[in-house]
């Protein structure tokens, strides 16, 4: 079997990583056992060399290129299917698809938008994650991936709105999820892990970093139901946000 290579972009340390879908193929991939190596990019120019969409997660696996982070997750489940991620029950399956949808196209946005439009959470972005960048990088990439962000936002709609609505926005979503943990199965879609606690966790695994968000860290703290949730996924799939002592993300403790 030939090497399978996750390429992203990269995170505070080792293998970790600040992109929300790339967390989701790494938790995937441990989930699944399968092994693999990560390769980090600097720019959407380098990525379009394995992408010509210019985006991460890619997935080098036998040989074949896979891109967007639920095809790949697809397509694991396919090649791997046990663990599950994806129940087989229909109307379980359905709500396990809506949530990851939500998470991809809602949820990821508003973190976007606070890490990279908000003065405040692009100056830590700055100085905290992008200055381990190799120079010449580091000078420039903050304010290209800043205008990207933004252009990206403004299309997707997120960035036609104020600090203040997007944070109270966020706010809803992260009561709305606790909402539907309190008193209820242990996992978003039921009984079980599936893909959309996995794409919830990765955007919330980098809202809870408190370097980097720590307004949205506590936002998170102070809904118990989330937190317990974030520990019962994370019993039994690395934190990709969070380095370990060893710099490679906090391994599984389940
Ligand atoms: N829906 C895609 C989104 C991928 C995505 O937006 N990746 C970001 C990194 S978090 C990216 O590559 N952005 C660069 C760009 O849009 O130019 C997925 O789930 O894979």
């Known amino acids: 079997m030939s090497e399978t290579r996750l390429i992203q972009y990269g995170g505070l340390t080792g293998r970790t990583s600040l992109s929300p879908p790339c967390a989701k193929v790494h938790m995937a ?21 394995y992408n010509p969409r210019g985006r991460v997660p890619v997935l080098l696996h036998e040989g074949e290129t896979l891109v967007d982070s639920s095809d790949i997750l697809t397509e694991l489940e396919r090649r791997f299917p046990d663990p599950p991620l994806f129940p087989e029950d ?9 949530i990851e949808d939500w998470a991809d196209e809602v949820l990821y946005f508003y973190m976007v938008y606070m890490r ?44 036609l709105k104020s600090g203040e609505v997007v944070r109270r926005e966020f706010g809803e979503c992260l009561d709305a999820l606790a909402g539907r943990l309190e008193g209820g199965p242990p996992f978003l879609a039921g009984d079980a892990l ?7 966790a990765a955007v919330l695994d980098q809202c809870g970093l408190e370097l980097l968000m720590p307004e949205t860290a506590a936002e998170i703290a102070r809904r118990p139901a ?24 906090t391994p599984p403790t389940g």
């Open 116 to 159: 990279w439009v908000d003065d405040e959470g692009f100056r830590r972005m700055k100085s905290s994650a992008m200055h381990r960048l190799p120079l010449p990088v580091r000078w420039i990439a903050p304010g290209i991936a800043r205008r990207a962000a933004g252009k990206r936002l403004r299309y997707q709609g997120t960035g």
């Open 194 to 200: 599936t893909h959309g606690d996995l794409a919830v």
């Open 90 to 98: 229909p109307k379980v399956a359905a709500e396990a698809k809506l």
């Open 226 to 249: 989330l937190v317990t949730w974030l520990e019962r996924v994370h019993a039994l799939l690395p934190n990709v946000a969070l380095p370990g002592e060893d710099g490679k993300p």
């Open 29 to 49: 991939l441990v989930y699944k056992g399968v092994p693999y190596r990560t390769r980090n990019m600097f720019s959407p120019a380098k990525v379009r060399r």
